[in-house]
């Protein structure tokens, strides 16, 4: 049955609701401590790559003085979270690791969702960042504070102050359904690939998958030979290409993306002759040839993709979903498709993420509100009129070509030399100048012109007004140079108040 394969390899052994368990290696989360903390230097929001990063490059620099927040009871951010058959990183794993504990041990070249939950555990524990984990802490609100010019944070497990509030959290941890009519009246089995239901068998099952992303070409080959009829739902065709790429293999690819788009066509010709030879139905070829430039959309790679979509049992729609229904879904030609399952394969709040509505800075303005017009950050990282927030992969830092990991060791880089920048001048807190983030944001729009990026499709990478406030449009190695040290001439710098220094009431202890 497939309910069998779907857990095989990596199921959870952690119950979602345990308060207080036994991480692997032995270390409780059980710690009298914790409920005495009101007050740390350090907050910082999950235990992703960023927030777990971040926290072991505090510990390494001799800072105790920190607690992370998760809102679950286990590590691993997107990776603790996407469970679905087949997931795995489709960024080598020898570049998709942190570059101070590179792991030999890896069993494949794109490591699946597992290994990699693993390998971060194994972080937080040989680093010695479990004792500052406060676990099933889901964030209720975070307030800069005028008067003792600390964020107050409030969580489902209490509150705590903090001098600085990092947020880890990753723009995948929010799942996003799509927007169609009747979805809510569904009586079959629904649920996004983000959260897979392992407890329900697909076996012979009429299922429907919405969406063409990454997700959604990972799990289909592995579902396919299982379920009785699979219907996909496309907007748009991905663009898959053949896994022949380590850091500057897949650094050059950003030439054609951004300087020269004339440089990929020699991929897309590549990637349209793989798609004559493993679909040769010229009607199914032609409902999975994109018309948009490659890159336009998250290139995607999958060996077994297109196969799976030649088989017998699966059916390629392109029509758009007018409603669904109690038990079906109807296209806008007026087909209905009876169905018995439909899995969202649809992706996550990026631009649009909820988080924003909970963080509140000076004069009680929040996040989301400062974001009205697009979500936007100096380097990604600081935002004018929230001091002393620091943000891991704010707007503008992710990729499309490359691993994350390299853009969030170059912001906690950058966040670390701005502490040390504070501890030298004895500040209480720096906030980044409103022209200066609104030079950067100037400069990534200008440089996002004439962009494969801009060249015309419907992407997450872009906001409401079509504005890509994802991605970097450069090289890598550019940010890192951009972020190798804090810039403090473009921050205000608030120096120690003699009247808030002994405000702590409880240290955290460990």
């Known amino acids: 049955m497939f309910r069998a394969f779907a857990s095989s390899g990596g199921s959870r052994t952690l119950s979602d609701n345990q308060q207080h368990r036994t991480l692997p290696g032995g270390s409780s989360d059980a710690s009298e401590d914790e409920a005495r903390v009101r007050h740390v230097r350090v907050a910082i929001l999950g235990t992703g790559f960023s927030g777990l990063g971040m926290a072991i490059r505090l510990k390494q620099r001799g800072e ?12 691993g951010g997107t990776w603790r979270d996407n469970t679905y058959p087949g997931c795995a990183c489709d960024i080598p794993s020898h570049l998709y690791s942190f570059s101070f504990a590179l792991n030999p041990h890896w069993s494949r070249a794109y490591s699946l969702w597992y290994e990699i939950r693993d390998y971060l555990r194994s972080c937080a524990k040989r680093f010695g960042i479990l004792p500052h984990i406060r676990w ?21 497990q209490g509150q705590i102050t903090a001098d600085i509030l990092i947020l880890g959290n990753g723009p995948l941890s929010e799942p996003s359904l799509p927007s169609v009519p009747g979805i809510e009246h569904f009586e079959g089995v629904l649920f996004h690939s983000a959260r897979w239901n392992h407890d329900y068998d697909l076996t ?14 990972q799990f289909v080959p592995q579902i396919q030979p299982y379920v009785g009829h699979l219907s996909l739902f496309q907007r748009t065709p991905p663009q898959r290409f053949v896994r022949t790429r380590i850091y500057w293999r897949q650094e050059i690819i950003v030439l054609g993306f951004v300087y020269r788009p004339s440089m990929i066509e020699g991929g897309m010709r590549l990637a349209r002759r793989h798609l004559e030879q493993q679909v040769p ?9 994109p018309q948009y430039t490659m890159g336009c959309k998250r290139v995607l790679l999958s060996d077994d ?16 979903i007018r409603e669904v229904r109690a038990n079906s879904v109807v296209t806008e030609d007026g087909k209905e498709h009876e169905i018995d399952t439909i899995i969202c394969g649809t992706g996550f709040h990026v631009t649009d993420s909820q988080l924003p509505q909970y963080v509140y800075g000076r004069g009680g303005q929040s996040l989301a509100d400062s974001w009205r017009s697009g979500p936007h950050a100096y380097l990604g990282a600081t935002v004018s009129g929230f001091p002393n927030l620091f943000l891991l992969i704010g707007p503008n830092t992710g990729l499309g ?24 001048r004895n500040l209480r807190a720096v906030e980044v100048r409103p022209e200066t983030q609104e030079a950067f944001k100037t400069e990534m729009q200008q440089r ?17 007004r079509g504005h890509n406030t994802t991605l970097w449009p450069g090289f890598t190695f550019e940010f890192r140079r951009r972020t190798r040290h804090f810039d403090p001439q473009h921050y205000d710098l608030i120096p120690q108040q003699a009247s808030i220094l002994n405000r702590y009431e409880t240290p955290l202890s460990h």
């Open 64 to 75: 105790e003085d920190f607690v992370v927040i998760e809102r679950v009871d286990d590590i």
């Open 305 to 320: 993709f297109y196969p799976a979509l030649a088989q017998s049992n699966v059916e390629v729609i392109t029509e758009r």
């Open 401 to 424: 070509h490359n691993s994350m990991i390299y853009m969030i060791e170059s912001q906690i880089t950058y966040i670390l030399d701005c502490l040390r920048t504070m501890d030298r």
């Open 136 to 156: 099933n802490s889901e964030l209720l609100d975070a307030s800069w504070h005028e008067d003792d010019q600390c964020w107050h944070i409030t969580t489902t």
């Open 281 to 289: 139905d010229p009607v199914l070829r032609a409902k999975l040839t």
């Open 448 to 464: 996002m012109q004439g962009t494969v990026w801009t060249s015309g499709c419907s992407s997450w990478y872009l906001d409401a």
């Open 204 to 217: 012979g099952k009429r299922v429907a998958v919405i969406g063409t992303g990454a997700s959604v070409i």
